[in-house]
């Protein structure tokens, strides 16, 4: 068996995809991450763009979707805005990132056209807020960056 056929026979087969909703607002070249603790999937940054004129815009929003049904079975999946002001500090896209137990921590990428983002930011899944984490100096190429740090 070829790994084609592995895939489109085998491995495949166990998966079934739901269609679960639209994300409210529009991004590419975003993150995504699971965080264990609130068993929630969240949707950071990203680039926004305007088809009228073609505008790209480089946003900082979250959107988050809850999987946790312990509290009702009947859970309807749908994407979710979070609190006024559950934002990351900074709009980025082509960024990277990790979850751990209480935060989702975002790294690098760019804010802009030629523009490095070269910051750390800590997002806390529980009171959905988000710092910046201050260094003296962060590595040369910490934009686009491709691998995690941890």
């Not at 056929?5 to 739901?18: L, Q």
């Not at 505008?55 to 959107?63: D, L």
């Not at 990351?88 to 960024?95: E, I, K, Q, V, W």
């Amino acid at each position: 068996m070829n790994l084609l056929n592995f895939i489109k026979d085998g491995f495949y087969k166990t998966f079934v995809v739901e269609h679960v909703g639209e994300i409210l607002q529009q991004r590419y070249f975003h993150s995504c991450f699971f965080n264990q603790a609130t068993k929630k999937v969240y949707i950071m940054g990203g680039i926004e763009i305007r088809e009228a004129n073609n505008e790209m815009k480089w946003i900082n929003s979250v959107e988050y979707m809850n999987f946790d049904r312990s509290k009702n079975k009947d859970m309807t999946y749908r994407w979710i805005a979070g609190k006024p002001n559950s934002h990351l500090t900074y709009g980025r896209s082509n960024f990277n990132g990790f979850s751990t137990k209480e935060f989702i921590y975002v790294y690098g990428g760019v804010s802009g056209v030629e523009k490095p983002e070269n910051t750390i930011e800590r997002y806390n899944c529980k009171k959905s807020i988000s710092e910046v984490i201050n260094f003296e100096k962060l590595p040369l190429g910490f934009a686009w960056p491709s691998y995690g740090i941890c």
